[in-house]
């Protein structure tokens, strides 16, 4: 069984670029979520997809946006980046079951600056 | 607004100990609630989930208890380990909020040999 993957590893951005990161689910599961983990935090939660639409979104600007695929592999896009975004961006999966439990990837850290 | 907290922030202990994490959640009306574990600029890993009908869940030398009541949960790591230093987080699934996660800012444990 293949664990969440996420790439890039690491990424350097300018202030004002856009970035797309990427993540693949595991294997059967058809829920993705991301998070945004700053320094010293908890993860934020930024929005969910299941089955290709968004299901769920916290409190994140409309310049951070996201895809499924029918695969459930799944993207997020950021838009006009801010210094601030600079974060470990995390990928979850899950099923659409009682329990809900989510699956982490390792991540991927942004830089901007 | 739906909090975790965590408490203590920060704890250091002699190989060998038995310790306690503490976490707290602001509203009884959860799913579920998991405790994760991530090691520096690393994703998360899953350690135990508690359904909101549970009490305790164990694994290995790791007990999580929930008391929904008084809104507290509990990580009790036996006979503590060098290999234990990590950041420990406390999520809750609110029913309040659906399938996101609401994480605390974790607890920073380093175990000294």
């Known amino acids: 069984e293949t664990g969440v993957t996420q790439s890039p590893t690491h990424l350097i951005k300018t202030r004002g670029q856009q970035v797309t990161l990427r993540c693949s689910s595991q294997s059967g599961h058809n829920t993705v979520s991301w998070y945004q983990q700053a320094l010293g935090q908890g993860p934020q939660f930024i929005f969910q997809?299941?089955?290709?639409?968004?299901?769920g979104r916290g409190n994140f600007p409309p310049r951070f946006s996201g895809l499924q695929f029918p695969n459930y592999s799944s993207e997020l896009n950021v838009n006009a980046l801010e210094l601030d975004d600079s974060a470990l961006y995390l990928c979850a999966s899950s099923l659409q079951t009682d329990t809900y439990e989510q699956y982490f990837g390792p991540g991927t850290r942004l830089t901007v600056t | 607004k739906q909090e975790v907290t965590q408490i203590p922030a920060a704890l250091s202990v002699p190989e060998g100990e038995n310790l306690v994490l503490n976490c707290s959640f602001t509203?009884?009306?959860?799913?579920?609630l998991q405790w994760f574990r991530q090691d520096p600029g690393k994703g998360l890993t899953s350690l135990l989930l508690?359904?909101?009908?549970?009490r305790e869940q164990t694994s290995g030398r790791l007990n999580a208890s929930l008391d929904k009541s008084s809104g507290r949960s509990t990580l009790y790591i036996a006979a503590s380990q060098p290999g234990d230093s990590a950041t420990y987080l406390c999520a809750v699934r609110y029913m309040e909020y659906g399938n996101k996660l609401v994480f605390g800012a974790g607890t920073i444990l380093r175990v000294k040999s």
């Open positions: 997809y299941y089955r290709e639409e968004e299901n």
């Open positions: 509203d009884s009306a959860i799913y579920n």
């Open positions: 508690i359904q909101s009908s549970q």
